[in-house]
């Protein structure tokens, strides 16, 4: 089966940059996504890492190191929006060519002033 | 383009009732997944339909069953609810379940008394 370690909580000052790392074991791999959940709100989607390297979007970025089955979320100038649950996920092939994710339990982020 | 949208938004019950989840993934959008969320366990798979088929399962019991429709909407239905299935019930759509995002909806919130 697949199994997401990702930190529970990280609080941050706004305007700060802040890292959420996560580590996976899966029986295979397909890339690993970020989602962004604001309390009470849908998931969104951030970034996908297929492969190895830094994907940059915006004040965002994600880093993939598939030999350490490992991976981050890097924000910048955090702002007070940013506050939010993270998530990384590993997409898991299901039937017929499709895929499911696997989540980890999400990061709790705060962002104070 | 509309967002996924399901409804009702909440709904309580009690133990050994049944429920209905409705949900209408994006316009195009072929593939919808659901998944349960819950404080404990987090975001969990569910099943994923496509062209009226279900491709994926996750480790549910079979109290748990969807179907999808001609238009691509998609049903879950829950028999015999027990109050573990207290949780947030969210769909996500994509347009052939193989990409790299999936675009979720705000969620059905259940509660079970």
């Known amino acids: 089966g697949q199994s997401l370690e990702q930190p529970s909580e990280v609080t941050a000052v706004e305007g700060a940059i802040v890292q959420i790392n996560c580590t996976y074991q899966t029986s295979g791999f397909y890339g690993l996504s970020w989602y962004q959940q604001h309390d009470g709100g849908a998931p969104t989607f951030l970034s996908y890492?297929?492969?190895?390297g830094l994907e940059e979007t915006g004040r965002f970025s994600s880093f993939l190191s598939r030999s350490d089955s490992y991976g981050y979320l890097l924000l910048q100038e955090l702002q007070m929006k940013d506050s939010a649950s993270y998530f990384c996920a590993v997409r898991d092939p299901g039937g017929a060519g499709s895929y499911q994710l696997t989540f980890g339990k999400g990061t709790k982020l705060s962002v104070i002033p | 383009k509309a967002g996924v949208t399901q409804t009702p938004r909440y709904l309580i019950k009690t133990r050994g009732q049944q429920v209905t989840l409705s949900c209408s993934p994006i316009s195009g959008h072929r593939s919808v997944s659901w998944y349960q969320q819950t404080p404990g366990q987090g975001l969990q798979f569910l099943f994923e339909?496509?062209?009226?088929?279900?491709?994926n399962k996750g480790n549910f019991p079979g109290r748990f069953s969807g179907r999808q429709f001609s238009n691509s909407r998609s049903e879950m239905n829950v028999s015999t609810l027990e109050l573990g299935d207290s949780a947030l019930y969210l769909c996500?759509?994509?347009?052939?379940?193989?990409?790299?995002?999936?675009?979720f909806g705000p969620g059905t919130r259940l509660t079970v008394l």
């Open positions: 890492n297929g492969l190895d």
């Open positions: 996500a759509s994509s347009i052939s379940g193989n990409g790299n995002e999936q675009f």
């Open positions: 339909y496509f062209s009226e088929t279900q491709r």
